[in-house]
């Protein structure tokens, strides 16, 4: 184990992504902790952004408008003395694998709920990926400025659909125009909300009785005082107290009411992400945990970018490490191709530049050099054999079939493919009864990424035609005849990916249905590990 100072290192560390569903708020709440992180100079809201918040990844459009010094991938700023890495989670157009993987390598989630529309889709699917990991989940219930549902029905619809016990821990106070504030359940304390007419931001109730005493009928109103109470003393009843070990546990979600656009409710969850939210932790190898407090340094590739920068050309491959300590020019072993590399070049994203570092920690995030050689999932370590796991391929969500306008260049399509396969573009199959190429993807836009990037960089013409194809799974049994009656049984719908691991391309989710319960001996996987 290690020295004190790595130690405290470790201890001022907090690893996260925001998972939210598009427009829920996860831009705002971003600016706002970096407002409150200083890692921006101007306040206010973003200009212009309503037309052009598609075009890029959403913190590149923060970049780029203010000038700000954020990285494009992962964000640094520190909150009270704790350093926050702040993981993006594409999540417009550009939402893809990426989106899923990138919450493979944080230790907690926050999750943003828009408080009028409840849980969606796109947070549903988020939350089933950090089951993997079992993540710790922070909740916010976003724009209570504007009208909302019920706060009891929004809890109610997580503890249903998202499988988690609530723990409120502010209370909203109405919402929308007579939206007055929260009161903080555990600190006894209201906010208020913009509150002109007694120029307070808050009120330590420890001095007075309940809400339906009267006391507080000046600030709130006699109706919302005794409305309130009620559903304080009912939340009392029905929801448990709030308790870390479970939260770490992934069992239960502490819930916060506010308003990001107002920057309001922001800070105390700040404050208690850093009390409640844990340190880098270890992550599961094929033949052993490893510990951030471990003194050899060991990471993991969760994600890999190309041309991130025009004039650079470049792919850049974003390491997670889990233990030890980087510092430039140490060697390091690329486990999977069993090479030694001199690591002299890490570097961070600054204000859009690129900055050279001396020295990381576990919890960080660097940027590697990849010539091509590095996949995701790759493990680097001092010479240790190990290989994480947990870094998966997902099971695509949209399918096309890919065919060349010229046919020659059929070995160089593959080629390109395959490539941008290994970055996480793109999964590709070969069904098992012909030669066609058939694309899956996460996020649309992935294929449009795709014909482009083989333009300009492999000089292919490439066109799609839909297929019919709505869901994925990857076949696996204990019993080598199961697999090889299955095969047989249904060649037209199995394929193979480019790790020759067998697929299951479902034309419905009837057809999927009726073929698990017809082939209880068959497992059918939504992920598969690298
Ligand atoms: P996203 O990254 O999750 O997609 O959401 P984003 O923060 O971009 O917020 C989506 C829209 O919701 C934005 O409005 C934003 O201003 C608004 N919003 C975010 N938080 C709050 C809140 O607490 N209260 C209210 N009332 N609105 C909120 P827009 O009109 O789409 O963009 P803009 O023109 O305001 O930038």
Redesign the pocket.
């Given at each position: 184990m290690f020295n004190s100072n790595h130690e405290q290192e470790l201890i001022k560390r907090r690893t996260f992504a925001i998972i939210?569903?598009?427009?829920?708020?996860?831009?705002?709440?971003t600016e706002k902790m970096l407002l409150f992180g200083k890692a921006i100079r101007i306040s206010g809201?973003?200009k212009g952004?309503?037309n052009t918040?598609y075009a890029k990844s959403?913190w590149m459009n923060i970049e780029k408008e203010r000038g700000i010094s954020v990285t494009t991938s992962v964000m640094q700023f520190t909150y009270k003395n704790i350093l926050m890495n702040l993981l993006d989670t594409p999540?417009?157009q550009d939402f893809s694998e990426d989106t899923y993987r990138i919450l493979t390598a944080v230790d907690f989630c926050l999750v943003?709920i828009d408080a009028a529309k409840g849980i969606e889709e796109r947070t549903k699917k988020l939350i089933d990926v950090t089951r993997i990991h079992h993540t710790p989940i922070i909740t916010f219930i976003?724009?209570?400025?504007?009208d909302s549902r019920e706060p009891i029905e929004i809890l109610d619809q997580i503890e249903k659909e998202l499988k988690f016990n609530c723990i409120p821990i502010n209370w909203p106070i109405s919402c929308g125009k007579n939206f007055k504030g929260v009161y903080h359940i555990y600190d006894k304390i209201i906010y208020f909300y913009k509150n002109k007419l007694f120029k307070k931001k808050f009120l330590n109730l420890k001095n007075f009785f309940n809400f339906s005493d009267g006391s507080l009928d000046k600030y709130i109103g006699k109706d919302l005082a005794i409305h309130i109470g009620q559903e304080l003393e009912l939340i009392t009843n029905v929801y448990s107290e709030f308790n870390k070990e479970n939260f770490l546990k992934s069992i239960i979600t502490p819930v916060f009411f506010g308003?990001?656009?107002?920057n309001f409710g922001i800070d105390y969850l700040l404050d208690s992400l850093i009390e409640w939210a844990p340190s880098p932790l270890y992550r599961q190898s094929n033949k052993r945990k490893v510990h951030p407090q471990e003194k050899k340094f060991t990471g993991f590739i969760f994600k890999i970018q190309a041309n991130m920068d025009l004039k650079h050309r470049d792919r850049i491959a974003f390491m997670r490490i889990v233990s030890g300590q980087y510092t430039k020019g140490m060697k390091l072993k690329h486990v999977r191709v069993k090479k030694n590399i001199t690591v002299s070049d890490a570097f961070i994203f600054l204000a859009g530049d690129r900055i050279s570092i001396n020295k990381a920690y576990p919890g960080d995030v660097i940027g590697l050099h990849n010539h091509g050689t590095i996949k995701i999932g790759d493990t680097f370590t001092e010479g240790e054999e190990i290989q994480f796991v947990g870094i998966p391929s997902f099971a695509p969500e949209i399918f096309r079939l890919i065919y060349l306008k010229n046919p020659l260049k059929q070995k160089q399509l593959k080629k390109g493919l395959v490539q941008l396969s290994e970055e996480g573009t793109v999964q590709i199959f070969r069904p098992i009864l012909n030669n066609n190429l058939i694309l899956g993807a996460i996020g649309i836009l992935q294929f449009d990424v795709v014909i482009e990037r083989l333009r300009l960089e492999y000089n292919i013409d490439a066109i799609y035609k839909k297929v019919n194809i709505v869901l994925a799974r990857w076949i696996k049994s204990e019993n080598n005849h199961s697999i090889y009656k299955f095969k047989k049984k249904y060649s037209t719908y199995l394929a193979y990916d480019t790790s020759n691991s067998l697929i299951y391309l479902a034309p419905s989710t009837a057809n999927l249905n009726i073929v698990m319960t017809q082939n209880s001996d068959i497992i059918f996987n939504k992920i598969r590990e690298q």
């Open positions: 939210s569903h598009p427009d829920a708020g996860k831009t705002t709440i809201t973003i952004r309503g918040k959403d999540g417009h943003v976003n724009k209570l400025d504007r308003s990001a656009l107002s």
